[in-house]
């Protein structure tokens, strides 16, 4: 199978869908590997890496487009890039459709189709190729929340660990899965005190487990959620419903009962954020005031940290590229039901439940997809 890699457009995105050493595997295979000429620079990775591994370089994305049986990406294509996509073409990548209807309208008319990495899932229920992205953006959501709590950003002029004497800052973290347990550890590590919310006993019985000396844990009521959030100097929200638009936990009217200057870190953003008042911004701009309360909503915060990211994402999408490439989609999706999960597009038709039902589109069994 010819597997193509082009340069990702979205602004300030800086990984790249396959890394060297996941073309070296691909080429092991016997598929040929195409790559945009340079793809992978943004996370470290020169053309002449990607040519020690066995890969071709493509001088254009249309290039890619035009010769490749299976486009692997990280973000979603973009308006230019869904113009290229072809009947019968496969598209490996991250989608986050239940928001976007621009772009499940296109993906719909190509005819293209497109597996999407967020709604694969494994045998215990996670999303594994979620996962480490959940990881990077929930590290990363208490290193950019410090940086917004500071007064020349906008903030309350907080510092996470306080100092001997003065008391550290307060955060709340809403979700207790992959992303808030790992926000919940880094600004623990940064010295705030931090209190995670959860609807899972279970989850928050693990947590306390685990972590029980290191944050706490609250039942997400919407009272337990309200009077965290108005004591809090930073909300992180990292809530998840797998494929489907985050829900809306904090409105408006909330953040009136926060302090000034306090900062929300929204990294349910990529799926339309757990806040009323969220809107995407980028790493250019990345933090707005609604209210006198500094929004950091950047929709990409792993491309921020580019290498790791783009490292940690190969290392969970590599086994599944390589079913695809060596079975076929179809046999592949057939012989492993988690990757079927991952089947949001084919032919003209939606085969995700969640989707379809954010949007008001009809939805076809993926079952049927694959016969």
């Not at 073409?89 to 991250?94: D, E, K, R």
């Not at 694969?120 to 996962?131: E, H, K, M, N």
């Not at 589109?361 to 016969?371: C, E, N, R």
Request: glycine share 12%.
């Amino acid at each position: 199978m010819k597997i193509g890699c082009p340069s990702e457009i979205k602004p300030q995105e800086f990984r790249v869908g396959m890394t060297p050493n996941a073309a070296q595997e691909a080429v092991a295979h016997g598929h040929t590997v195409l790559i945009q000429a340079g793809a992978g620079v943004g996370a470290g990775f020169a053309d002449e890496d990607y040519i020690a591994a066995g890969a071709e370089i493509a001088g254009s994305a249309s290039d890619v487009f035009a010769k490749a049986d299976m486009i692997v990406k990280v973000k979603e294509p973009q308006a230019g890039e869904r113009k290229m996509l072809r009947e019968g073409q496969l598209l490996f990548t991250y989608l986050h459709l239940a928001p976007d209807p621009e772009q499940t309208k296109d993906l719909l008319a190509s005819g293209c189709t497109a597996i999407a990495y967020e709604t694969v899932t494994d045998r215990s229920g996670g999303l594994p190729l979620l996962a480490p992205m959940s990881e990077v953006a929930g590290r990363l959501a208490p290193q950019v929340g410090a940086w917004t709590l500071q007064k020349a950003n906008g903030g309350r002029g907080v510092l996470m660990g306080g100092v001997p004497g003065v008391g550290p800052a307060r955060v709340a973290v809403i979700g207790g899965g992959v992303v808030g347990t790992h926000a919940a550890r880094i600004a623990a590590g940064m010295g705030a005190d931090v209190t995670v919310l959860d609807r899972s006993l279970p989850r928050m019985r693990y947590l306390d487990d685990v972590y029980g000396g290191t944050f706490k844990t609250s039942y997400a009521s919407a009272g337990n959620t309200a009077e965290l959030v108005a004591e809090a100097d930073m909300v992180i929200g990292a809530v998840l419903v797998p494929g489907a638009a985050a829900p809306k936990l904090i409105t408006r009217e909330q953040l009136s009962t926060m302090k000034p200057g306090a900062a929300i870190v929204d990294v349910a953003i990529d799926q339309g954020g757990c806040f009323e008042t969220s809107k995407a911004t980028t790493h250019q701009d990345p933090i707005y005031d609604v209210d006198g309360i500094m929004h950091y909503c950047v929709a990409n915060m792993p491309g921020a940290v580019a290498r790791t990211s783009t490292i940690a994402l190969g290392n969970a999408t590599m086994p599944f590229m390589l079913a695809l490439a060596d079975k076929g989609w179809k046999q592949a999706c057939a012989d492993d039901p988690h990757l079927l999960e991952g089947l949001n597009v084919h032919a003209g038709q939606l085969t995700y439940f969640a989707v379809g039902k954010a949007l008001g589109i009809d939805v076809i069994s993926p079952q049927l997809a694959i016969k």
